[in-house]
């Protein structure tokens, strides 16, 4: 069964520090991933995806996540957090079946002055 | 451009009535889907519209909710006899639905039901 994993219920980081936001998955075959970001009040936007090439996948607002094969993992990762980036994050997956996403619970990320 | 836009943007139902929520998705995106957010979960799948294929309706999580989409644009999705259980917000988005691809989503504002 399709799964995705997000083990850390919230993550704490001061500005300036590189943050990390953990994301595992399980699927059948090839597994396309994606993080989107919701701001308080409002909706999901996208911020990156992977489907194949490059394991390093740069998007929007300096964020970058890295696929890990045999790990099953893509976590989010900023060189240097702000405090406007503080929101909830959901990694999602899809797989064979392109119809289907299945989204994780989220990790509410605060980004402290 | 407009993006994907939702109403009402809050319900508030007693248990037992029937709800209508609406979406209407970015136009060209041959793709809709709709999703539930719990309080504190992530989101749940329901149901997903692609072009004039049968939607895919694994995720309805009981025979009380149902979806329609018109002209493979705006959809509805309706929750009849509603139950408190069903409090949530309701998410919609839609995407490109390349043939072979997958795309990313685009989400609505989602509609808040509350059921007293």
């Known amino acids: 069964a399709q799964s995705v994993a997000q083990p850390e219920d919230q993550v704490n980081v001061a500005e300036g520090n590189p943050l990390t936001v953990k994301c595992t998955y399980s699927?059948?075959?090839?597994?396309?991933l994606f993080w989107y970001v919701q701001y308080p009040n409002r909706g999901l936007q996208f911020l990156l995806k992977?489907?194949?090439?490059?394991?390093l996948v740069k998007g929007s607002y300096g964020f970058e996540a890295e696929f890990n094969k045999s790990q099953t993992s893509f976590h989010l990762k900023k060189p240097s957090a702000l405090v406007s980036d503080s929101a909830l994050y959901f990694c999602a997956v899809s797989a064979y079946n392109f119809n289907k996403f299945y989204f994780g619970s989220g990790t509410k990320l605060n980004v402290k002055p | 451009g407009a993006g994907v836009s939702q109403s009402p943007s809050n319900k508030v139902t007693e248990k037992g009535k029937d709800v209508e929520l609406r979406c209407d998705p970015i136009s060209g995106h041959t793709a809709l889907y709709w999703y539930r957010q719990s309080l504190g979960q992530g989101l749940e799948f329901l149901i997903y519209f692609q072009g004039n294929s049968a939607p895919d309706k694994s995720g309805l999580p009981s025979d009380r909710f149902s979806a329609e989409r018109t002209g493979g644009s705006v959809s509805t999705l309706t929750i009849q006899r509603t139950q408190q259980e069903d409090s949530a917000v309701y998410l919609c988005a839609s995407s490109l639905g390349s043939s072979g691809r997958v795309d990313e989503q685009f989400f609505g504002p989602g509609t808040r039901l509350t059921v007293l």
């Open positions: 992977y489907i194949t090439g490059d394991n």
């Open positions: 699927v059948s075959g090839n597994p396309y």
